[in-house]
């Protein structure tokens, strides 16, 4: 059997190449060698997977190294200029890799292809191959035309696809998490954004290949899935089968997570992204029906000012983010984890909206951020619309003063854990010592503590003892008090 895995780069490539991952090396021969590159979300390493599995069917295997390919695929992001021209960075390097050996096939693949199209072909002539999120069913021909001297590409976005009945080869090195997609797409036209017109419009995969995805992965070892969306809470199928007498099926996202969550008690579910406008009380009451629910929710803010809000098209405001903040509260208690996404500097904030986002920081203290100052995206409806008028060193400024609140509140949310217990999914060696493990706890918190006899994919309690504003720290127990 041929295993593919992806590995994090160093931290020295990090910073050259931002947020990264790799294919591995793949022991077999006589194949051609493809080599991967993903840059960006949890998404773009999903379609990795999926790309990985279509170019295995046409008899190619992965290579950890850009000299031994054959074809190279770059996976990449456009959600900030700066992602775009660490990619362009990339490629300039691949490209003199290319003047040695000329028949090197060099590709862009997701977001950034979708967005340039052919300037990437045609005006900087840096690729052999563009396609883009919805295309990866056509790569082995695109190679194909490609190994002819033709340039190749493919960025039609489709309303349907979502490669339902494609298995992804998992290019995830530790066997015991796993991401699965349950949707494609966002309909929901945010002004910053390039996810509509890089990802297409909204459309959900059929739950029973869901279910069976993820089932199929318990029974290989695996003991925690991540369902994928840009907006899991908007997931809708609807069964709509010609000529039939029976009523339309129709599954939500609650009925979906129900459904996953009754595979096995010891396969953890979590997903991403929620969106304030559409979480319902339905999937509250789902997570804490079932203990296998992680007790965890990314929601994203990305403003604390009504205003801005309302420029940013987030079609809620300050008091309907907070209203939502408080039912969740309510149901899964206080020790639920709320992780959030905030933008500074975004058109026309003025100092005074600023505030407003570092007050609804203190009123949810978020026990982890993304937090970003704005960059304007070409093509998005604030680029079009609105000028991008707050000068960078005060964006700046302000995303620091965020990131400075946003770790204090992270070590606040850690402090709590002290003194008790907790469930962690060890997911392998601690990073700084083989003598230590690492994993996660329900609030998808990194914990460490000493090895002794656990091992990779166990479910340990563990008793926390110290920790920093990123981890906890602890020693494992037998068995949780009565």
């Known amino acids: ?190 002004s910053f954004c390039v996810v509509p017109y890089t990802r297409g419009r909204e459309r959900s995969r059929d739950p029973f290949s869901i279910v069976e995805e993820a089932r199929l992965l318990f ?67 789902t997570m804490k029906k079932y203990e296998n629910i992680c007790n965890y929710i990314h929601f994203p803010a990305q403003s604390g000012n009504s205003r801005v809000l309302k420029v940013m098209n987030r079609t809620y405001d300050r008091e309907w983010y907070i209203q939502k903040i408080d039912r969740i509260r309510e149901i899964l208690g206080e020790d639920c984890g709320i992780s959030t996404d905030m933008i500074t500097g975004f058109c026309t904030e003025t100092e005074e909206e600023h505030q407003d986002t570092l007050s609804l920081m203190e009123y949810v203290k978020y026990d982890y951020a993304y937090m970003f100052a704005y960059s304007e995206r070409p093509g998005t409806p604030a680029a079009k619309k609105l000028k991008d008028d707050v000068p960078e060193e005060v964006k700046k400024r302000r995303l620091q003063e965020v990131i400075a609140l946003q770790r204090q509140h992270s070590s606040e949310r850690n402090e709590l854990a002290l003194g008790k217990i907790q469930k962690v999914l060890v997911e392998g060696p601690s990073k700084r010592s083989d ?27 563990v008793l926390v003892t110290e920790c920093s504003s990123a981890t906890l720290i602890g020693k494992a127990v037998e068995a949780v008090p009565a």
């Not at 990619?87 to 997701?110: A, D, T």
């Not at 295309?135 to 190749?152: C, H, I, M, N, W």
């Not at 899991?232 to 709509?240: A, G, H, I, L, M």
């Not at 493990?437 to 329900?442: A, E, F, I, K």
């Open 219 to 285: 029974a290989d070892g695996y003991k925690e899935v991540t369902l994928l969306g840009q907006n899991v809470d908007s997931y809708k199928w609807k069964n709509e089968t010609e000529k039939s007498a029976e009523p339309a099926q129709m599954v939500n996202f609650a009925q979906l997570l129900e459904m996953v969550a009754l595979i096995h008690p010891d396969l953890r579910v979590r997903f991403s992204t929620s969106h304030p406008k559409d979480i319902t009380d339905d999937v509250l009451w």
């Open 1 to 190: 059997m041929i295993t593919s895995t992806l590995k994090i780069l160093s931290e020295a490539d990090k910073e050259a190449c931002e947020l990264v991952k790799v294919s591995e090396e793949e022991l077999t021969v006589d194949k051609k060698r493809l080599f991967i590159e993903s840059y960006g979300c949890q998404m773009n390493f999903s379609d990795s997977e999926i790309v990985a599995a279509v170019m295995r069917n046409a008899d190619f295997a992965t290579t950890s190294s850009e000299d031994n390919a054959d074809v190279i695929f770059l996976n990449t992001c456009a959600i900030r200029d700066n992602a775009e021209q660490k990619v362009r960075n990339r490629l300039q390097y691949l490209n003199n890799l290319k003047k040695k050996r000329p028949g090197l096939i060099i590709g862009v693949l997701g977001c950034m292809a979708e967005r340039l199209k052919t300037k990437l072909l045609d005006e900087e002539k840096m690729v052999d191959i563009v396609a883009g999120p919805d295309s990866y069913r056509d790569l082995p021909r695109l190679v194909e035309e490609a190994e002819t001297g033709q340039k190749a590409v493919n960025v039609f976005l489709s309303r349907e696809e979502t490669y339902a009945d494609i298995s992804p080869i998992r290019l995830n090195s530790n066997g015991i998490t796993a991401y699965i997609s349950i949707m494609r797409g966002c309909d929901n036209m945010c």
């Open 435 to 461: 003598a230590d493990l690492c994993g996660r706890n329900d609030q998808n918190k990194v914990v460490i503590f000493p090895r002794e006899h656990y091992k990779k994919g166990d479910y340990v309690y």
